[in-house]
């Protein structure tokens, strides 16, 4: 299992800066609305994360600020943004990051933008999910509800838990240059979740079966291997080990 690499959030941080916060602001509901930055000031706060920051800009001073959160704890994945250039979760970002007190916000290129900060990842993991069956498909015979359950191995129950802790969060799609070039591309969390289910051994699919859905440049031969995913996911998860060895499986197929 590899080491956590998000920032912790019980660092106590500096009191009495007073914060810039410039957030990208568009509503796509709103008749005539035009995509716009627009200035906040707020007083840094110790232990101050974007997420906090953002709470109390909208209670305090402007209730139309459209952003997303659920868990507050690195765990749900919602509240994935663009914080100055680069994306991350918002819960798990202290300010203390930005020395220069200038906090640039933008929503997660690549997703339909529900309104400023707010894009829908749900609708995008939904049809990814649809389009490479990301489900745990037995084998035959297996299928029975009656079955007992079955003890799992436990270094392949590791192995597996280390790719399920993918919290959904997008910031893998947004920080792929291919991905935002092609979008037909599937992007880092379709090929791990296919690893995942590869790993499986209660999936009954062969390594054939995966080449007929990652086989091709929109799956797993079209990753350029720019690792703007490894370097970002929030998670730490090993993207390009696994897309190498998908790559390997992948290309035995053709022998
Ligand atoms: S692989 Fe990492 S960056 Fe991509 S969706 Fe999962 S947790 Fe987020
Ligand atoms: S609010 Fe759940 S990951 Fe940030």
């Given amino acids: 299992m590899t080491t956590r690499l998000i920032p912790t959030v019980t660092d106590t941080g500096s009191a009495g800066r007073r914060l810039t916060f410039n957030i990208f602001r ?3 509901q709103e008749n005539g609305d035009k995509p716009k930055m627009v ?13 906090i920051a953002l709470n109390r800009l909208r209670d305090e001073q402007d209730s139309s600020l459209q952003f997303d959160f659920v868990c507050r704890a690195g765990i749900c994945g919602s509240c994935a943004m663009v914080i100055n250039g680069l994306p991350t979760l918002a ?7 930005y020395p220069k007190g200038e906090i640039t916000l933008m929503p997660l290129p690549g997703f339909e933008l529900i309104g400023d900060l ?3 990842t749900g609708k995008f993991m939904r049809q990814l999910a649809e389009r490479l069956q990301l489900w745990l498909h037995p084998r035959e015979g ?4 009656h079955a007992l359950e079955q003890a799992m191995d436990p270094d392949e129950a590791a192995r597996l838990y280390e790719l399920e802790r993918c919290v959904e969060c997008g910031v893998c799609v947004s920080a792929c240059a291919t991905k935002q070039m092609r979008d037909t591309f599937v992007g880092a969390v379709g090929l791990m979740k296919i690893a995942r289910f590869e790993l499986d051994s209660r999936d009954g699919r062969s390594v054939e079966d995966f080449y007929h859905v990652i086989g091709n440049q929109d799956g797993v031969f079209g990753c350029m291997t720019l690792l703007g995913c490894q370097d970002n996911c929030p998670k730490d998860l090993p993207h390009m080990q696994q897309i190498a060895y998908l790559r390997r499986k992948m290309a ?4």
């Fill in 26 to 28: 568009f509503d796509p």
């Fill in 39 to 51: 200035s906040y000031s707020l007083d840094e706060t110790p232990g101050m994360t974007i997420f």
């Fill in 91 to 97: 819960c798990r970002t202290l300010t203390t990051r």
């Fill in 118 to 120: 707010s894009v829908n």
């Fill in 142 to 145: 297996e299928q029975s509800i």
């Fill in 252 to 255: 035995m197929t053709l022998l």
